[in-house]
């Protein structure tokens, strides 16, 4: 099942690093006609009140424009376009929908270490030597549970692309997963997807927190 609907999805003008991504993914992949539109970050303030005023509630990027609504939430967007594409990036049972939801909620945590890392380089050296391993051992796990290569098994969730993403923002796209070997594998099917194989293959190979500091 595909949104008949045009999605557009608007975030900060940050390439491939920003939140914005795996939205983008999960429509990249379902086929669902959609535009993504990058703003800079010195205009938002100045925009922002347009689209409260028009129900964006919070008032926060990323948000996407779907049937005349402003609907924002990184996550809990993915969760309602997931349900609006008949639940196809959702579990089949109450405990894979858990897990799933689950996966993408701790990805919050993970990626709030990275950020931290991208702007202090004391949390850079901490997330290097510390936290970086703590996740990516975490989410092995994870991808241990079914027989994958997907956190579900065979077939694709939302959380998947959040993972990813959170993968590449640590610059392990291509290599440094060979102790992690479900990522790894998770990686190499995910990057095989049709709909996604040419655009993934546009991603930085280096850690967002390097990309940063250059």
């Not at 900060?12 to 983008?24: A, D, R, V």
């Not at 539109?37 to 925009?47: A, F, Q, S, Y």
């Not at 959702?90 to 929908?97: A, C, F, L, N």
């Not at 858990?98 to 990275?114: E, H, K, N, S, T």
Request: aromatic share 12%; proline share 4%; net charge negative.
């Amino acid at each position: 099942m595909t949104l008949t609907s045009h999605v557009k999805l608007t975030y900060f003008n940050f390439g491939t690093l920003g939140i914005g991504e795996p939205i983008k993914l999960l429509l990249q992949d379902s086929g669902t006609s959609h535009e993504y539109i990058r703003v800079e970050m010195d205009e938002w303030p100045k925009g922002k009140t347009e689209f409260i005023e028009k129900g964006l509630i919070f008032g926060t990027l990323p948000f996407v424009e779907l049937d005349g609504k402003y609907l924002g939430g990184c996550i809990p967007l993915m969760r309602l376009l997931s349900k609006k594409l008949g639940g196809k990036y959702q579990g089949s049972t109450d405990e894979e929908e858990y897990l799933v939801d689950m996966v993408a909620d701790f990805c919050i945590d993970w990626r709030g270490d990275v950020n931290r890392a991208m702007f202090s380089k004391d949390m850079r050296e901490k997330y290097i030597t510390e936290q970086k391993a703590q996740h990516q051992e975490r989410f092995e796990r994870a991808y241990g549970l079914n027989d994958g290569p997907y956190l579900l098994g065979q077939n694709i969730s939302y959380a998947d692309f959040v993972v990813y993403h959170n993968l590449v923002n640590d610059g392990q796209r291509t290599q440094g997963l060979e102790q992690y070997p479900n990522l790894a594998k998770f990686i190499k099917a995910f990057e095989e997807r049709p709909n996604l194989k040419e655009y993934v293959a546009t991603f930085p190979e280096i850690p967002a927190y390097v990309l940063v500091n250059q």
